[in-house]
């Protein structure tokens, strides 16, 4: 006969080992909770950190420069010994062309491989050309920048001979080179969400493959391809070695992507570097121009937000 709490063919010895084991395993389910908000709050005390790092440091900036100078201002000469200027224009100016250069390079070309994945790949292709694809989301940024100084500025100066070798078109099509991945993969997972059903409703109404990738599941997927379109141009934005090394160091307020220019990044690596000494106008304006940066990638990331609810597919 078993004796009383054993079951059958138990010895002490075992009973009392998977009672510790009960106890460890209580232990660490009543510790996963608190380590994973610990966790949490450190993400959310960082975050905020930052932010008022930037606030403070920005309204030392302000104190010194008149805030309208700054917004509204068409020069950007913090180096000038006589009369230096804030004016953010020329630097949000020479982001912008970066930018829209990018996502002229990375969206098409972006949304036709996601389509091409997610349509007409076969399981072994996708398994392939996907990694190969996000491999370049694994480049440094500072290879991609040699990069578009020595091999790409060059192709481009055959073509267009009044290109300077700093320039805003050689660092935008580089930079579109590298968020390519971003509306690719994210596109493609999109696409892939996209009901069968659907597709095989098209198929059956005598849609052509192109008429169903085109005009069924790109539409119902609308939401997820516009969001990682807006999240990879504030992944541009934000871009800092490319336009540094292939962008140049000249603030223009201009519309002309031949010559050098200046973004918002570029200037901040430049103060950095230590051409300014702490304290100074110059060293509070890397601040002013962080927390500008920091207001553009905010409001990329609420719209993409904004986007992916308000125009969600629900299926």
Same mark, same amino acid.
């Given at each position: 006969?078993?004796?009383?709490?054993?079951?059958?063919?138990?010895?002490?010895q075992?009973?009392?080992?998977?009672?510790?084991?009960?106890? $460890?395993k209580k232990?660490?389910?009543?510790?996963?909770?608190?380590?994973?908000?610990? !966790?949490?709050?450190?993400?959310?005390?960082?975050?905020?950190?930052?932010?008022?790092t930037?606030i403070?440091? !920005?309204?030392?900036?302000?104190?010194?420069?008149?805030?309208?100078?700054y917004? @509204?201002?068409?020069?950007?000469?913090?180096?000038?010994g006589?009369?230096?200027?804030?004016? &953010?224009?020329?630097?949000?100016?020479?982001?912008? /062309?970066?930018?829209?250069?990018a996502?002229?390079?990375?969206?098409?070309?972006?949304? %036709?491989a996601?389509?091409?994945?997610?349509?007409? %790949? #076969?399981?072994? *292709?996708r398994?392939?050309?996907k990694?190969?694809? =996000?491999?370049?989301?694994?480049?440094?940024?500072?290879?991609?920048g040699?990069? +578009?100084?020595? @091999?790409?500025?060059?192709?481009?100066?055959?073509?267009?001979?009044?290109?300077?070798i700093?320039?805003?078109?050689?660092?935008?099509?580089?930079?579109?080179?590298? &968020?390519?991945?971003?509306?690719?993969?994210?596109? =493609?997972?999109?696409?892939?969400?996209?009901p069968?059903?659907?597709?095989?409703? +098209?198929?059956a109404?005598?849609?052509?493959?192109l008429?169903? #990738?085109? /005009?069924?599941?790109?539409?119902? %997927?609308l939401? $997820?391809?516009?969001?990682?379109?807006?999240?990879?141009?504030?992944? %541009?934005?934000g =871009?800092t070695?490319?336009?540094?090394?292939?962008?140049?160091?000249?603030p223009?307020?201009?519309?002309?992507?031949?010559?050098?220019?200046?973004?918002?990044?570029?200037?901040?690596v430049?103060?950095?570097s $230590?051409?300014a000494?702490y $304290?100074?106008?110059?060293?509070?304006?890397?601040y *002013?121009?962080?927390f !500008?940066l920091?207001?553009?990638?905010?409001?990329?990331?609420?719209?993409?937000?904004?986007? #992916?609810?308000?125009?969600?597919?629900?299926?």
């Open positions: 006969m078993a004796s009383h709490g054993l079951e059958k063919g138990q010895s002490v075992q009973l009392i080992a998977q009672s510790r084991n009960k106890k $460890g232990i660490i389910e009543k510790s996963m909770p608190i380590l994973l908000i610990i !966790t949490a709050l450190i993400s959310v005390f960082t975050t905020i950190g930052i932010v008022f930037l403070f440091e !920005t309204f030392e900036f302000f104190q010194r420069v008149s805030i309208t100078d917004i @509204f201002g068409t020069e950007w000469m913090p180096f000038s006589n009369e230096p200027t804030y004016g &953010i224009l020329p630097l949000v100016l020479g982001t912008l /062309k970066v930018s829209v250069i996502a002229l390079v990375a969206v098409p070309l972006g949304i %036709a996601a389509i091409y994945l997610s349509e007409y %790949a #076969s399981d072994k *292709a398994r392939i050309i990694p190969i694809l =996000e491999v370049l989301a694994g480049v440094p940024t500072i290879v991609y040699f990069f +578009a100084l020595t @091999f790409i500025t060059p192709i481009l100066q055959q073509l267009i001979p009044s290109l300077k700093f320039n805003a078109l050689s660092p935008g099509i580089v930079v579109g080179i590298m &968020i390519l991945p971003m509306v690719a993969s994210l596109s =493609e997972d999109a696409m892939s969400s996209v069968n059903s659907i597709r095989e409703g +098209a198929l109404l005598g849609a052509t493959k008429e169903v #990738s085109l /005009k069924v599941v790109l539409p119902a %997927a939401s $997820g391809i516009i969001s990682s379109v807006v999240l990879a141009v504030s992944r %541009a934005i =871009e070695m490319i336009v540094s090394l292939a962008g140049g160091a000249t223009r307020f201009d519309f002309n992507v031949t010559d050098s220019i200046q973004t918002m990044t570029a200037y901040i430049q103060v950095s $230590g051409d000494g $304290g100074t106008t110059i060293y509070y304006s890397i *002013a121009v962080g !500008t920091f207001i553009f990638t905010l409001l990329m990331n609420l719209l993409a937000q904004y986007i #992916s609810k308000r125009f969600r597919e629900e299926y």
